[in-house]
């Protein structure tokens, strides 16, 4: 937190930013290349329009950053990505801060825009889950009135998506946004979301819209194929792994999903709705040539910037026997061990191999996304 707001390194002013250690991650650049991502759907839908005339842009704002080296109290310590945090404000989440100094809340909660985290942790002060027991927690501080409004709003097109009503639900929900979110997180095979953790929304003026996009140094983009016998394949969903009886029973489920973790936030109910599945496939039929041009000039770009300071990195956090992070790879997958599968590779290697996964995923993810196999 600086003492003032500052733009750093050609990102636009705030006081908070993150350092992002990618610690588990040995190509060092997951969450970059998903912030790419994300922005890769940005600029290609920012003029899209709805039917009726309203925005179809999907998410309005994801995190950018910068990879840096970090000296801390005159000690080089590594590696890091410099970006933005998630935060309420015009130069970020740019919605109507209930916690304005210059705006106070005026005492009706639809007046104002509200940012959740679903995340099963539970560790925020303010927040509710719903029926088919998906969290929602504030981000920042809230009161009763604030907490009841939102509620009511999240529950409400929960209910609907339920009962498969969805006309109903989408009349509050951006549904390009919905689109966009989850095919990033398809994309990056992001397992995150089954928990789920560090999964974002907000409300705005009475819609509900998905993202922004984090996390992703973990848990993405497995690099072996010996992962899928863990239920993942290149070539299907993610929701494969989704326990279907859980929202498709006679009556909401009794208990959260903990041991299955399948709970993939709503997306089981919306893959059920023939606008959701023409819709994903329209916008990813859209964007899918900008992504495999992505995927070939700038992961290769951000190789060749970090590759030096990579090797400076590796020295002090090494991964191999003598790392200390070596008890963090799990010995269970064909290359290197590791949840991702690369981390016994060389770091060109491993780029490559990201490289390669994606391309794998965009050509899998094609096949089914226009055939609407999402199971």
């Given at each position: 937190k600086l003492d003032s707001k500052s733009g750093v390194l050609?990102?636009?002013?705030?006081?908070?930013?993150?350092?992002?250690?990618?610690?588990?991650?040995?190509?060092?650049?997951?969450?970059?290349?998903?912030?790419?991502?994300?922005?890769?759907?940005?600029?290609?839908?920012?003029?899209?329009?709805?039917?009726d005339g309203t925005s179809a842009a999907g998410m309005g704002?994801?995190?950018?950053g910068q990879f840096v080296e970090l000296v801390y109290n005159g000690v080089h310590v590594g590696t890091y990505y410099l970006c933005e945090h998630i935060k309420i404000d015009g130069?970020?989440?740019?919605?109507?801060?209930?916690?304005?100094?210059?705006?106070?809340?005026?005492?009706?909660?639809?007046?104002?825009?509200?940012?959740?985290?679903?995340?099963?942790?539970?560790?925020?002060?303010?927040?509710?889950?719903?029926?088919?027991?998906?969290?929602?927690?504030?981000?920042?501080?809230?009161?009763?009135?604030?907490?009841?409004?939102?509620?009511a709003l999240v529950r409400g097109i929960e209910n609907n998506l339920y009962a498969g009503n969805f006309d109903q639900a989408f009349a509050n929900m951006d549904l390009a946004s919905f689109v966009d979110f989850w095919l990033v997180q398809e994309l990056m095979m992001n397992s995150e979301t089954k928990h789920p953790?560090?999964?974002?929304?907000?409300?705005?003026?009475?819609?509900?819209?998905?993202?922004?996009?984090?996390?992703?140094?973990?848990?993405?983009?497995?690099?072996?194929t010996s992962y899928s016998e863990e239920g993942y394949s290149y070539t299907k969903?993610?929701?494969?792994?989704?326990?279907?009886?859980?929202?498709s029973k006679d009556g909401?489920?009794?208990?959260?999903?903990?041991?299955?973790?399948?709970?993939?936030?709503?997306?089981?109910?919306?893959?059920?709705?023939?606008?959701f599945n023409t819709l994903a496939a329209s916008r990813w039929n859209a964007v899918k040539g900008a992504l495999s041009t992505y995927v070939s000039t700038e992961i290769p770009r951000i190789k060749e910037k970090i590759a030096v300071s990579e090797a400076l990195n590796y020295s002090m956090w090494p991964m191999d026997e003598k790392g200390r992070l070596f008890p963090d790879?799990?010995?269970?997958?064909?290359?290197?061990?590791?949840?991702?599968?690369?981390?016994?590779?060389?770091?060109?290697?491993?780029?490559?191999?990201?490289?390669?996964?994606?391309?794998?995923?965009?050509?899998?993810?094609?096949?089914?996304?226009n055939n609407k196999n999402w199971k």
């Open positions: 050609d990102m636009l002013p705030h006081k908070r930013w993150v350092l992002l250690a990618n610690w588990k991650d040995r190509t060092l650049m997951r969450n970059a290349v998903a912030f790419g991502i994300a922005d890769v759907f940005k600029q290609t839908f920012k003029d899209a329009v709805n039917p704002w994801n995190p950018s130069n970020r989440l740019d919605i109507n801060d209930p916690y304005d100094k210059d705006d106070a809340f005026s005492g009706i909660p639809e007046d104002y825009g509200y940012l959740l985290e679903s995340d099963d942790a539970y560790d925020e002060a303010w927040g509710f889950t719903t029926k088919c027991y998906v969290p929602f927690l504030f981000k920042d501080d809230g009161n009763q009135a604030m907490l009841d409004y939102a509620a953790k560090s999964c974002y929304s907000y409300i705005n003026e009475g819609i509900m819209y998905a993202g922004p996009v984090w996390d992703f140094d973990w848990n993405t983009l497995p690099a072996s969903s993610m929701l494969t792994k989704a326990d279907a009886d859980y929202y909401y489920p009794s208990e959260p999903n903990n041991e299955g973790d399948a709970n993939y936030i709503w997306y089981p109910l919306l893959v059920k709705s023939d606008a790879r799990y010995s269970v997958f064909g290359i290197g061990g590791g949840f991702c599968g690369d981390e016994g590779m060389s770091f060109s290697e491993s780029v490559e191999q990201l490289k390669a996964t994606l391309n794998t995923r965009i050509s899998g993810m094609d096949t089914y996304i």
